[in-house]
């Protein structure tokens, strides 16, 4: 056999032989930690936040199973465990972690300053998560619902704007958040002449929502169908 052809037969041999592990696609490590609820919520096929997240994952390349793994955890609504929660999350040496909430962010942080954290939560400066949000620096990055203080005030306007003689709204919070968002909508409110009554939840759990609202419905009598449905915020589905 000519040595060429010998050299050939080699390539071919290689071509067709199973991938090796090295040559094979990276795959991704990423650990996601929510405060409170079931982690088999964490997935695409769990409420729209999820879906929405591993829809883009997917669109980037990034399939669970294939190129990507997902470790879970759940707080299941007790905060004395998060500090637990995220040194067991951070143990396992992820590539990032997606921090579900304030309290989540800061418990992950302190368990490792270096690991990229993807945050999701209210008012990060206020949470001492970062000094500025143009130029948060540090290891946290991620989205705020807040948008600052001043979206609060300007909620209440549009609601003021929408029923004129609306004197007193219900506000739906966490007890947790409660005396910061109450101050956040102190002064529009009293701009506006409107009396703010909180419906505080102890944690973020449907049978609360349900104690919450049965509660309301008790204690707050409206004087027509079309009040009541413009006054209860549509949280749950």
């Keep these: 056999m000519r040595r060429r052809d010998f050299t050939a037969g080699l390539l071919l041999m290689a071509a ?32 729209k936040f999820y879906r929405a997240f591993f829809n883009e994952l997917r669109r980037l390349g990034d399939i669970e199973g294939q190129t990507l793994s997902v470790e879970r955890y759940s707080g299941e609504g007790r905060p004395e465990r998060f500090a637990d929660l995220a040194r067991e999350a951070v143990k396992g040496k992820p590539e990032l972690v997606v921090a579900i909430g304030d309290a989540i962010a800061q ?3 302190t368990a490792d300053d270096a ?14 998560l970062v000094t500025s949000l143009a130029r948060p620096g540090g290891n946290i ?3 705020t619902v807040r948008a600052e203080s001043e979206i609060w005030g300007k909620r209440l306007q549009i609601l003021k704007e929408a029923v004129p ?21 102190l002064e529009p409110s009293h701009q506006l002449h409107i009396s703010l009554v909180g419906m505080l939840l102890e944690e973020a759990i449907p049978s609360e929502y349900r104690r919450v609202f049965a509660k309301w419905r008790r204690t707050h009598r409206m ?4 009040t009541a449905r413009l006054s209860l915020p549509r949280i749950i589905s």
């Design 141 to 143: 990055t991620g989205v």
């Design 223 to 226: 004087r027509s169908s079309w």
């Design 16 to 47: 067709s032989s199973p991938a090796r592990p090295q040559d094979m696609a990276k795959q991704h490590r990423i650990a996601i930690v929510r405060p409170a609820g079931s982690v088999a919520q964490i997935s695409d096929n769990g409420n």
């Design 165 to 185: 003689s609306a004197s007193k709204v219900s506000y739906l919070d966490v007890r947790a958040n409660w005396e910061g968002d109450a101050r956040d909508l």
């Design 115 to 128: 690991l990229p954290i993807v945050w999701v939560g209210a008012d990060p400066i206020r949470a001492g």
């Design 107 to 109: 418990a992950a942080r």
